[in-house]
């Protein structure tokens, strides 16, 4: 991290935020070089232990692969992710433990629009670069999530009858006009991924959503790649403004995010056969159904606003062009 020839460094661990599947720490001291310096620092330590994810069972020690491979290589100044210093695995291959780069920049409810607006903007000249040039580092990667993954996703939250029966009965408390928009998707589903599956196919991060996105001296970083892997233009975009904590601004955000994504890639690559990029029918197939199952199983009706809104949230996004 220091380039210096450290002797020996004292240190504390702070437990961070996030991290919802691996234990996430900061850690901070003083180091000593051989010459006697004392060298402040600050790092992360993620330890990720073995767990399977639906469908993508490697998905636990991905990160680690892809910072051991020449991955790194392929991002730019103004977009890349946490520079790693180091990355093991234990004897049992069930742990990995990696020590990145501390981000000290603006992240989450704290970015402003114009972050967000550079952010994809960023993001689409990223993937635009690499489906124009299809380097050889992306071919020799082995972990990575499917091109398929958004659908079979949407595919096995429909086949739960929890939520798809629900929405269906004449019971249901969620207002018939959001039902109709997730039903709606539903009659559709199938030709609306055919026409997906005829967009690029690009390298998609997998976890874009606010707390993984960084503004840091004009640098955007992402942070948290263990979902990341093949899948079609827009696909980030459409997870940015569904999983948001803050849903006030989604129309907003809808507005700024998705021009700007495609202006990025535009810059690499001629998209102008794209005519409809089904954004909002990507969002209803993400969000759409795990909203109802937040509903529906709720604690408290308090619990039972912030889906229900977010709901009509997306309901009122489809006629922004």
Known sequence: MSGKNIIRADWHAEQLHGGTVGNVQLITGAAETDGGEKVPYKLVLKIQHKWERYADPDSWRREYDLYKSE??????????????YHAEMNGSNDETQIWMEYISGVSGLNMTFEMYERACYELGRFQGRLYAEQPEILKS?????????LKNYYLRYRSWNEVYDYIRAGDCEIPRHLCNMIIDADNNADDIFKRIEKFPVVFCQRDFWETNIFYSDGEIILIDWD?????????????????????NYMAEYYQKCI???????AEYADISHISDNYIHEMIIFMVGYR?????????????????????QKIYEMKNIK
């Open 71 to 84: 991955l790194s290589g392929l991002f730019s100044g103004s977009l890349r992710w946490a520079e790693c």
């Open 141 to 149: 990667l082995t972990n990575v999530s499917g091109v398929g993954a």
């Open 227 to 247: 979902s990341s892997g093949w899948g079609y233009i827009g696909e980030d975009i459409a997870q940015v403004i569904a999983d948001r904590d803050n849903i």
């Open 259 to 265: 021009p700007a994504y495609y202006k990025g890639f």
């Open 291 to 311: 909203l109802v199952e937040y509903y529906k199983f709720a604690e408290s009706p308090e619990y039972k606003s912030l889906p229900l809104d977010t709901l």
